[in-house]
């Protein structure tokens, strides 16, 4: 009897962790995915939620996606935001991050923040690469599982707007939905990598197909140059910047670099190696930069190193040298259409002690006499007849309230932007004077601040981001996620 007593409390044991562990855990059996080109990347993530309710909270993911055309490498970088909410339970779903007909990279980060029983937390996926390769020979799919549970952040105030309500049938339609095709997630992120790699694409078919280009790329190619490498940084299809790479038999490079607007080319600079000689050659026959050679030559100074930068028709060459004493100096050349103008020497020497307490001396001077003049003000101002009207000090949390009171009034009238931007200023202001930086300050300035003082910031982040999503016409703006905007904020300001 006292043997089977033994035994089961043993399992008790073994089993009351299981029973009362409440937390949300993500889990993949790979950390790197291969699929061949054409076929559709679906990852099975497993998601388990061992609270006894659904939890609602704000899923984050990030994308870099490195597209590889031509062997050339192109890379991009895309992070989104929205509410989500995790059935209870476990249930496993296929995120579907679509298709390429070309080799393709992508890496995904992804998190999931909430609030349970006032305290704030979070769980956080390493980063999951998944690989678009052309034979099956480049596949290495390796089983290789990753799982993160949630952590807490920090002890925080409850966030009305993250308390467990229940569900509308509405928002029942969207979860149940979002488990059966990977949900919007999945959609946002294939429009986006689509998108890009469309734009990439058209980008370098009209700049390639660019009458004016196609002359400058002959050019080269006439003088024995290939085109070796190419980053493009497209804004539209026909608007963006290139700087190309050409390279010959000998090794010697070539570069073709500008910029496209609407079609049209424009501040085109090329340089050949060719043209680089030439310059050095039409250099040395000068007499003035022979002098200065001369000059340093003779004072221990020896070139270390030749640069090159290119505006239009004018380039300026620039040479350095140095001594033994680290001592540097500078010989600057300017060419325009490859003709010497100009020939400048600059030399930046180690003064002597005598040359810098000199001037510390004056500064400590001059800093006495003005500590001593504002003290003599000061001691004049206290008298009977300096009785000056004292200035009243500014309710930040009055205006914070205002600002955010206006932003509700500009979402009543449809402003959406608007209204999201007047939220984000109000906490920005608020924050601002209640942590004494007394000036105007950026989200991420915020942020940083209050993550080196180890205070809470996953709401407040949360808030900037769909502002900043809304205001830059990235996200759609829809009552629920301002209603969470409005209690954020206003829990903040009421401290």
């Keep these: ?40 990347a679906v990852i099975p993530l497993t998601m388990n939620n061992s609270y006894d309710t659904d939890i609602s909270g704000m899923m984050q993911y990030s994308i870099t996606q490195e597209v590889i055309q031509n062997g050339y490498t192109y890379s991009s970088s895309n992070s989104r935001s929205q509410s989500y909410t995790i059935p209870m339970g476990n249930q496993t779903i296929g995120v579907n991050f679509g298709t390429s007909n070309d080799p393709l990279i992508l890496r995904v980060s992804l998190s ?54 229940p569900q509308t049938p509405q928002e029942k339609l969207q979860n149940n939905q979002m488990n059966q095709d990977s949900s919007a997630l999945k959609e946002q992120i294939e429009q986006q990598l689509e998108a890009e790699q469309q734009q990439q694409e058209a980008f370098e078919e009209n700049l390639f197909n660019n009458p004016d280009f196609q002359k400058y790329d002959q050019e080269l190619q006439d003088q024995g140059y290939e085109l070796s490498e190419k980053q493009l940084d497209p804004e539209s299809n026909d608007t963006g910047s290139f700087n190309l790479t050409y390279e010959n038999k000998q090794g010697e490079t070539a570069s073709l ?73 500078t010989i600057t050349a300017t060419f325009e259409d490859k003709e010497l103008k100009d020939v400048e020497l600059s030399k930046q020497e180690n003064l002597d002690p005598i040359f810098w307490i000199i001037p510390i001396l004056l500064g400590v001077l001059l800093l006495f006499v003005y500590i001593f003049i504002r003290y ?120």
């Design 1 to 40: 009897m006292r043997k089977h007593l033994v035994v089961l409390i043993l399992l008790v044991l073994l089993l009351l962790p299981s029973v009362t562990a409440e937390d949300i855990t993500f889990q993949t059996d790979q950390k790197e995915y291969y699929f061949l080109t054409g076929e559709n």
């Design 376 to 495: 003599q003000r000061k001691k004049n101002a206290t008298g009977p007849l300096a009785q000056r009207p004292v200035k009243r000090p500014f309710d930040y949390r009055a205006e914070s309230r205002r600002l955010l009171l206006e932003a509700e009034e500009l979402y009543k009238q449809g402003r959406y932007k608007d209204a999201y931007g007047k939220a984000g200023q109000s906490l920005r202001l608020y924050l601002s004077y209640q942590y004494g930086l007394q000036r105007e300050i950026t989200n991420d300035e915020v942020i940083r601040f209050l993550r080196s003082k180890h205070h809470p910031y996953t709401e407040i982040k949360q808030c900037f981001d769909l502002c900043s999503l809304v205001e830059f016409a990235k996200y759609t703006a829809n009552d629920r996620d301002f209603s969470i905007i409005r209690h954020t904020v206003g829990a903040v300001i009421s401290g």
């Design 112 to 165: 999931f923040s909430y609030t349970e029983d006032d305290e704030t937390c979070e769980v956080s996926l390493e980063e999951i690469s998944i690989y678009f390769v052309n034979n099956q020979s480049q596949m290495n799919n390796q089983q290789d599982p990753q799982q993160s549970s949630s952590e807490k952040i920090t002890n925080a105030e409850p966030d009305p707007s993250q308390q467990q309500q």
């Design 257 to 329: 670099q500008g910029n496209m607007e609407d079609g049209e080319l424009q501040d085109v600079q090329k340089q050949t190696a060719e043209d680089r000689q030439g310059m050095m050659e039409a250099l040395n026959q000068s007499e003035t930069f022979q002098q200065f050679q001369e000059e340093l030559y003779s004072e221990g100074f020896n070139q270390t190193s030749v640069s090159y930068d290119q505006q239009g028709n004018r380039t300026t060459m620039e040479l350095t040298y140095e001594n033994e004493e680290n001592e540097t100096a």
